[in-house]
């Protein structure tokens, strides 16, 4: 059930944002790199505090509206995740944007030989520099709830703190 609520919510921004994508569209791909924790507890829990590699991609629509797809990793946890994210960029300076949004999609994780895939959901704030026409960079501060329970094993929630550059066309 929690994989077709996640499938759901995905389609469901897509297709959300597909009439907006005919207004005035800016293209972007980047990567970042940052700091996770997850709160593991039970029978096999661990310090959760691991460095996370991220690829993104997506689209800033009318300036003020940011459609993106995430995947991440992080190796403590052997953690691999999907999220389809929402911002609303608020313009605070010429070339500053901060922003605020919602995040949702999947994670795989696997702890002490256990592996498991959950919905993940959650939000995210941050601030974003447009360094030029082509370039950009941002530093999120992302609260995601984890649905992981495998094997007297629980991942409750995952924080993350990111910067992040991309390249926009």
Same mark, same amino acid.
């Given at each position: @059930? ?16 597909? *009439? ?5 569209? $800016? ?12 709160? /593991?507890?039970g029978?096999? #829990?661990?310090?959760? $505090?691991?460095?996370?590699?991220? /690829? ?11 459609? @993106? ?20 960029l608020? *313009? ?13 999609? /999947?994670?795989?994780?696997k702890?002490?030989? $256990? ?12 601030? @974003? ?8 960079? #941002? ?25 992040? /550059?991309?390249?926009?066309?």
């Amino acid at each position: @059930m929690k994989k077709i609520a996640a499938v759901s919510t995905i389609a469901l921004s897509i297709l959300a944002a597909s *009439p907006a994508f005919a207004a005035d569209t $800016e293209w972007f791909v980047g990567g970042g790199v940052g700091y996770q924790e997850d709160s /593991v507890k039970g029978a096999h #829990d661990q310090n959760g $505090e691991d460095a996370t590699y991220q /690829v993104r991609g997506g689209a800033i629509i009318n300036d003020h509206h940011r459609v @993106m797809g995430t995947y991440s990793f992080m190796d403590k946890s052997r953690q691999n995740m999907f999220l389809a994210s929402y911002d609303y960029l608020m *313009p605070v300076h010429q070339n500053i944007n901060l922003f605020a949004g919602v995040s949702a999609g /999947v994670a795989d994780s696997k702890i002490s030989g $256990e592996s498991a895939t959950d919905f993940v959901w959650g939000g995210q704030v941050g601030a @974003m520099y447009q360094i030029n026409e082509d370039w950009s960079t #941002d530093l999120t501060y992302r609260y995601l709830d984890q649905d992981y329970n495998e094997n007297s094993t629980k991942i409750d929630y995952s924080q993350q703190v990111v910067w992040s /550059v991309d390249y926009h066309f």
